[in-house]
T-cell receptor, first 114, second 110 residues
Framework: DAGVIQSPRHEVTEMGQEVTLRCKPI?????LFWYRQTMMRGLELLIYFNNNVPIDDSGMPEDRFSAKMPNASFSTLKIQPSEPRDSAVYFCASSFGGRVDEQFFGPGTRLTVL | EDKVVQSPLSLVVHEGDTVTLNCSYE??????LLWYKQEKKAPTFLFML????IEKKSGRLSSILDKKELFSILNITATQTGDSAVYLC??????????FGGGTRLMVKP
């Protein structure tokens, strides 16, 4: 079975540009989580969805960040406009409602904003 | 605010050694504690602990939770170079939120 799929794997952009990160969760999983990992702050939860509905976005740093989940097999995290301090690895993870806490992580997108 | 603290920050051992990694936490509405291993890419799930005093074991790795003292340990016996990684501890609350610790970086030398 395919695991969580993320694209792109690497993204280099210039400050002010829009960035869209994509995620396909594991089939059958009804929870989807977006995380950001940096050296300074470690792994932080940004937002999570249950059955395609955003449940908690308290970790989203500011209005420049937005996330959507139009269907059970696709989610996006958008940053507009991007800033150098957004440079990080962004992970998507999914889990099944019966064991919500056991999350399976995608390979991550390494974002560099110049 | 939920908080997870891991120690030591880093550790260097030789193959065959036994290591103990520590995780202490403060969380409102605790539900579970999880251990993940992160090599160069994504964290991979190791254990989920919900009850005090019950050891979870997988090969050379084992973990136990103490809900009274609010900590967990991860033991690795007979370490191998393939165990080199960052080990992350996380706690889950009743709201499905995971809070991660800063990790312990383990290096196993041949």
């Amino acid at each position: 079975d395919a695991g969580v799929i993320q694209s792109p794997r690497h993204e280099v952009t210039e400050m002010g540009q829009e960035v869209t990160l994509r995620c396909k969760p594991i089939s059958g999983h009804d929870y989807l989580f977006w995380y950001r990992q940096t050296m300074m702050r470690g792994l932080e939860l940004l937002i999570y969805f249950n059955n395609n509905v955003p449940i908690d976005d308290s970790g989203m740093p500011e209005d420049r960040f937005s996330a959507k989940m139009p269907n059970a097999s696709f989610s996006t995290l958008k940053i507009q406009p991007s800033e150098p301090r957004d440079s990080a690895v962004y992970f998507c993870a999914s889990s099944f409602g019966g064991r919500v806490d056991e999350q399976f992580f995608g390979p991550g997108t390494r974002l560099t904003v110049l | 605010e939920d908080k997870v603290v891991q120690s030591p920050l880093s550790l260097v051992v030789h193959e065959g050694d036994t290591v103990t990694l520590n995780c202490s936490y403060e969380v409102t509405n605790f539900r579970s504690l999880l251990w993940y291993k992160q090599e160069k890419k994504a964290p991979t799930f190791l254990f989920m602990l919900t009850s005090s005093g019950i050891e979870k074991k997988s090969g050379r790795l084992s973990s136990i939770l103490d809900k009274k003292e609010l900590f967990s340990i991860l033991n690795i016996t007979a370490t191998q170079t393939g165990d080199s990684a960052v080990y992350l501890c996380a706690v889950a609350d009743a709201g499905n939120m995971l809070t991660f610790g800063g990790g312990t970086r383990l290096m196993v030398k041949p």
